[in-house]
């Protein structure tokens, strides 16, 4: 599942992203300033996920998360 949005609307809509993810399953995220990885990295392990990998350039992030539980 691929998300390319702003901070707000990654954490609004995580729940629902987790959702449709199984076990083992893939998030990437990108379109996010890179002093908010914190904060969503932080939300996506709340709900089971970890980081796999993360890229930074000129202060935008993609990130991969991949669903644990």
Same mark, same amino acid.
Do not use: Q, T
């Given at each position: 599942?691929?998300?390319?949005?702003?901070?707000?609307?990654?954490?609004?809509?995580?729940? /629902? /992203?987790?959702? $449709?993810l199984? $076990?083992?399953?893939?998030?990437?995220?990108?379109?996010? /300033?890179?002093?908010?990885?914190?904060d969503?990295? #932080?939300?996506?392990? $709340?709900?089971g996920? #970890?980081?796999?990998?993360?890229?930074?350039?000129?202060?935008?992030?993609?990130?991969?998360?991949?669903?644990?539980?």
């Amino acid at each position: 599942m691929l998300a390319n949005i702003h901070k707000n609307v990654i954490l609004g809509d995580l729940p /629902y /992203y987790n959702e $449709a993810l199984h $076990a083992g399953g893939n998030l990437l995220l990108s379109g996010f /300033y890179s002093e908010d990885l914190p904060d969503i990295s #932080e939300a996506c392990e $709340a709900l089971g996920m #970890e980081i796999e990998k993360f890229i930074v350039k000129e202060n935008w992030v993609a990130a991969r998360f991949i669903k644990i539980k």
